[in-house]
């Protein structure tokens, strides 16, 4: 093999050894975003109709004759309980999407020695409490008080009291979260965060929503 032969293959080795050496380079950072991309969340434009519960909203009637209609304290009677949505201060409902499921409450009017634990009565107004209607134990949506004053679950057979969201019949591990609330004039308005989270709801920043890549 002459010289120049010889000069001819040392360089295409060499192109050769480059070449695999950047493939392989370029394969473990490839590998190491998708593990960096695999921990962090995106976040998702949403409409106000879209975003959770916040503090300051207005509680709307959610269905009947007054569907949309900012609830009134005074109109409401010991007993009595019904679903409602949160509307922002433009009277945009928040009740589109995932919100359709999360942002779905009780509104419940009791006797003041109804109010017990684990109930904080420092988080209701004249008697009213508000709880969530999404199930400790799987998420599920919980159903209508029956005969024995329980909401019960129609998932895994959870129940909670119909006063205080306690836990009645497992599986659920805790009792119904609870929303403070405050009187504003002839209005039931948020008072602030869920005194525990409710589970499976996402968290909100702004104009957008946290979903996971």
């Given at each position: 093999m002459t010289t120049k032969a010889r000069k001819v293959d040392s360089e295409i080795s060499r192109r050769k050894f480059v070449t695999g050496?950047?493939?392989?380079?370029?394969?473990v950072a490839g590998i190491s975003l998708l593990s960096l991309l695999g921990g962090?969340?995106?976040?998702?434009?949403?409409s106000e109709q879209e975003k959770m519960i916040s503090s300051g909203d207005?509680?709307?009637?959610?269905?009947g004759d007054n569907?949309?209609?900012?609830?009134?304290?005074s109109s409401l009677k010991d007993d009595q309980y019904f679903l409602a949505y949160?509307?922002?201060?433009?009277?945009?409902?928040?009740?589109?999407?995932?919100?359709?499921?999360?942002?779905?409450?009780?509104?419940?009017?009791y006797p003041a020695d109804k109010l017990v634990e684990p109930l904080k009565k420092e988080a209701t107004a004249s008697g009213i409490v508000v709880l969530t209607t999404v199930c400790t134990h799987a998420?599920?949506?919980i159903g209508a008080r029956d005969k024995?004053?329980?909401?019960?679950?129609?998932?895994?057979?959870?129940?909670?009291?119909?006063y205080t969201g306690a836990v009645v019949a497992q599986p659920a591990p805790l009792p119904l979260p609870q929303l403070p609330i405050k009187i504003e004039g002839n209005k039931l308005v948020?008072?602030?965060?869920?005194?525990?989270?409710?589970?499976?709801a996402p968290k909100t920043e702004g104009a957008t929503q946290e979903v996971k890549v």
């Open positions: 050496a950047i493939g392989i380079t370029s394969g962090l969340t995106a976040k998702k434009f949403i207005t509680l709307v009637h959610a269905d569907k949309g209609q900012p609830i009134d304290p949160p509307a922002d201060k433009d009277g945009k409902i928040r009740d589109q999407g995932i919100a359709t499921k999360f942002n779905a409450v009780m509104v419940l009017k998420g599920c949506t024995e004053h329980n909401f019960p679950c129609g998932c895994h057979g959870s129940k909670f009291n119909g948020v008072a602030g965060n869920w005194l525990s989270p409710v589970l499976g």
